[in-house]
């Protein structure tokens, strides 16, 4: 055992939550009676603190500096208010939300006491809710900061904490949006600094519980995006992953003229331990089986997915040249048809950006470029996505995507459900049908197609080498076509600051982006293949043309990888 009896009670009698200090004493009795099993997970425990960037927080629920509990979030809430009271004085706002998961309601109010005591107005959500309202909520009521406690679709064991700056702590596009350098690294050092977590103030009372009149706004401004009068009869099943995204979702969708909504009744209700489904991510294979079976059973146009905490969102929809009768649309087809949507709206005003990052498909530039509209490629995450200057839509291959970037400047599954139903319904209307409008994209803008190899390992050191090989020696030629362009984003461009990634562009137009994964043991690899479908030319020639250039292209890039 690395960590020393001494380290552990000393965490023990600084932890607030008398659960976690049980589960430390036990392990510690266990692993000092000679399990090697209780070292192990003591010693992982205290590997170091939960790191605290970007993304915030996120980990496994448990006890140890190196989980999500009770004493970790006060620290982070000290550290939080401790940079805010710096950057905007005393009275600095913060507006809390959370999910349904595991220990996600006492996280928050222990954030909420924290706030209190440090001398900020904390504003608590009232109840579990979806992380487009909190991102909704901190642009709306102007507050300094939001946070938000969720893990998103990560498995039931896992919890998280996400940090918005808005108000006086951020200006311009990046009001409301998830931190980014150099703020996540003056929060992570205050963080740092913060006492044991027993010793940091926390208030009994004085935060205030907000009302239903944050929700009520929220779901106003998403019926808006569809235009009154413009719904027709429409038949949607909807599952929310038994995430907290339902009940705002349904209300949503009727105040926009979708009535006719079927939930999947197994996965309607929240519920942190996500029985029915293996992993909760609406992109999981076999994720939408009991939607899918539902839409069977009940005759529905379209079946849409929210992930847990509903800032992400999926669509199938009727298709009989695929097994089953239904195809699930890919984040880079549903970014493209929304990313039509918002550009056409856009046009008319003769101004506006679509944003999406640098691994998801190219076609969205094209659309911006046919409507007049300009585009940006970022990093990947919303956090960089949504602080674009000018934009009107965003996405992400991810099944993320912003379709009302002044109001929520961030992904939103939930306004994306309503714009796509909205979208389906204009089809139906004209006698036309998802499979088909994307084939009218691919004739208009190229069949771009997109795929992904993902490569886990047990020791990171692998993906550290394999990247290091790949520097060292580009591939020549991939999928029968000359590598034309090796680009390492290490070193930055001008259009995008450097993040540890490779990028290579092949003379077919094929292109190949290979990254560690910022969240899991996993080398990424985004790979996305372009065929031009000529006047003349029938769409399913060009996608099998595309699709055995991409079998191609996996195996060699497999094969480049080495793992």
């Given at each position: 055992?690395?960590v020393?009896?001494?380290?552990?009670?000393?965490?023990?009698?600084?932890?607030p939550?008398?659960?976690t200090?049980r589960?430390?004493t036990?392990?510690?009795?266990?692993?000092t009676?000679?399990?090697?099993?209780?070292?192990?997970?003591?010693?992982?425990?205290?590997?170091?603190?939960l790191?605290?960037?970007?993304?915030?927080?996120?980990?496994?629920?448990?006890?140890?500096?190196?989980?999500?509990?009770?004493?970790?979030v006060?620290?982070?809430?000290?550290?939080?208010?401790?940079?805010?009271?710096?950057?905007?004085?005393?009275?600095?706002r913060?507006?809390?939300?959370?999910?349904?998961?595991?220990?996600?309601?006492?996280?928050?109010?222990?954030?909420?006491?924290?706030v209190?005591?440090a001398?900020?107005t904390?504003?608590?959500?009232?109840?579990?809710?979806?992380?487009?309202?909190?991102?909704?909520a901190?642009?709306?009521?102007?507050?300094?900061?939001?946070?938000?406690?969720?893990a998103?679709?990560?498995?039931?064991?896992?919890?998280?904490?996400?940090?918005?700056?808005?108000?006086?702590?951020a200006?311009g596009?990046g009001?409301?949006?998830?931190?980014?350098?150099?703020?996540?690294g003056q929060?992570?050092?205050?963080?740092?600094?913060?006492p044991p977590?027993?010793?940091v103030?926390?208030?009994?009372?004085?935060?205030?519980v907000?009302g239903?009149q944050?929700h009520e706004?929220?779901?106003?401004?998403?019926a808006?995006?569809?235009?009154?009068?413009?719904?027709?009869?429409?038949?949607?099943?909807?599952?929310?992953?038994?995430?907290?995204?339902?009940r705002?979702?349904?209300e949503?969708?009727a105040?926009a003229?979708?009535?006719?909504?079927?939930?999947?009744?197994?996965?309607?209700?929240p519920?942190p331990?996500?029985?029915?489904?293996?992993?909760?991510?609406?992109?999981?294979?076999?994720?939408?089986?009991?939607?899918?079976?539902?839409a069977?059973?009940?005759?529905?146009?379209?079946?849409?997915?929210?992930?847990?905490?509903?800032?992400?969102?999926?669509?199938?929809?009727?298709?009989?040249?695929?097994?089953?009768?239904?195809?699930?649309?890919?984040?880079?087809?549903?970014?493209s048809?929304?990313?039509?949507?918002?550009?056409?709206?856009?046009?008319?005003?003769?101004?506006g950006?679509l944003?999406?990052?640098?691994?998801?498909?190219?076609?969205?530039?094209?659309?911006a470029?046919?409507?007049?509209?300009?585009?940006?490629?970022?990093?990947?995450?919303?956090?960089?996505?949504?602080?674009?200057?000018?934009?009107?839509?965003?996405?992400?291959?991810?099944?993320?995507?912003?379709?009302?970037?002044?109001?929520?400047?961030?992904?939103?599954g939930?306004?994306?459900?309503?714009?796509?139903?909205y979208?389906?319904?204009?089809?139906?209307?004209?006698g036309?049908?998802v499979?088909?409008?994307?084939?009218?994209?691919?004739r208009r803008?190229?069949?771009?197609?997109s795929?992904?190899l993902?490569?886990?390992?047990a020791?990171?050191?692998?993906i550290?080498?394999a990247?290091?090989?790949?520097?060292a020696?580009?591939?020549?030629?991939?999928?029968?076509?000359?590598?034309?362009?090796?680009?390492?984003?290490?070193?930055?461009s001008?259009?995008?600051?450097?993040?540890?990634?490779?990028?290579?562009?092949?003379?077919?137009?094929?292109?190949?982006?290979?990254?560690p994964?910022?969240?899991?043991?996993k080398l990424?690899c985004?790979?996305?293949?372009?065929?031009?479908v000529r006047?003349?030319?029938?769409?399913v020639?060009?996608?099998?043309d595309?699709?055995?250039?991409?079998?191609?292209?996996?195996?060699?890039?497999a094969?480049?990888?080495?793992l």
């Amino acid at each position: 055992m690395n960590v020393t009896p001494e380290q552990v009670r000393a965490w023990v009698e600084a932890d607030p939550d008398p659960a976690t200090r049980r589960e430390l004493t036990d392990l510690l009795e266990r692993a000092t009676g000679g399990s090697a099993e209780a070292a192990a997970d003591l010693d992982d425990r205290f590997s170091g603190p939960l790191e605290f960037g970007t993304a915030g927080l996120r980990g496994e629920i448990g006890a140890g500096p190196h989980r999500m509990n009770r004493a970790v979030v006060s620290r982070a809430a000290a550290g939080l208010s401790a940079y805010l009271a710096e950057q905007v004085g005393a009275g600095f706002r913060v507006v809390v939300g959370y999910d349904a998961r595991h220990g996600s309601a006492e996280f928050a109010v222990d954030t909420a006491a924290v706030v209190t005591a440090a001398g900020g107005t904390a504003l608590l959500l009232p109840g579990p809710l979806p992380t487009p309202v909190l991102a909704f909520a901190v642009r709306h009521l102007g507050t300094d900061a939001g946070v938000m406690v969720t893990a998103s679709h990560n498995p039931p064991r896992d919890n998280g904490y996400k940090v918005y700056l808005g108000g006086r702590a951020a200006t311009g596009a990046g009001q409301g949006v998830q931190i980014v350098p150099p703020a996540d690294g003056q929060i992570a050092a205050r963080i740092a600094a913060a006492p044991p977590a027993l010793e940091v103030p926390r208030a009994e009372s004085g935060w205030e519980v907000l009302g239903p009149q944050v929700h009520e706004a929220y779901l106003a401004r998403a019926a808006s995006l569809v235009p009154a009068g413009h719904t027709r009869g429409l038949r949607i099943v909807l599952t929310s992953m038994h995430g907290v995204g339902s009940r705002t979702t349904l209300e949503a969708l009727a105040r926009a003229g979708f009535t006719d909504v079927h939930p999947v009744p197994e996965q309607a209700e929240p519920d942190p331990d996500f029985p029915t489904v293996a992993f909760p991510n609406p992109e999981e294979p076999g994720a939408l089986d009991l939607a899918v079976a539902l839409a069977g059973r009940v005759g529905a146009d379209v079946v849409l997915a929210t992930d847990p905490d509903a800032d992400r969102c999926t669509m199938a929809v009727p298709d009989d040249s695929v097994a089953g009768g239904w195809r699930q649309l890919t984040g880079d087809e549903i970014g493209s048809l929304l990313g039509e949507q918002s550009a056409a709206v856009a046009a008319l005003g003769g101004h506006g950006v679509l944003a999406s990052s640098v691994v998801s498909s190219r076609q969205l530039a094209r659309i911006a470029a046919a409507h007049g509209l300009e585009h940006r490629t970022t990093l990947t995450g919303f956090k960089w996505i949504a602080r674009t200057e000018g934009l009107v839509f965003g996405y992400e291959e991810a099944i993320g995507f912003c379709v009302d970037p002044a109001a929520v400047r961030d992904k939103d599954g939930i306004t994306a459900a309503v714009r796509l139903a909205y979208l389906v319904a204009q089809l139906r209307d004209h006698g036309e049908d998802v499979p088909g409008a994307l084939d009218d994209l691919a004739r208009r803008h190229g069949l771009h197609l997109s795929d992904q190899l993902s490569f886990r390992v047990a020791d990171l050191g692998l993906i550290a080498g394999a990247m290091a090989r790949l520097r060292a020696g580009a591939p020549a030629a991939l999928a029968g076509s000359p590598v034309v362009t090796a680009t390492d984003l290490a070193e930055g461009s001008a259009e995008l600051p450097a993040t540890d990634a490779l990028l290579y562009l092949t003379a077919a137009g094929d292109r190949v982006i290979v990254r560690p994964s910022g969240t899991e043991p996993k080398l990424k690899c985004y790979l996305e293949v372009v065929s031009e479908v000529r006047a003349g030319t029938d769409v399913v020639l060009a996608r099998r043309d595309a699709r055995e250039r991409m079998a191609l292209l996996r195996a060699d890039v497999a094969a480049a990888v080495g793992l």
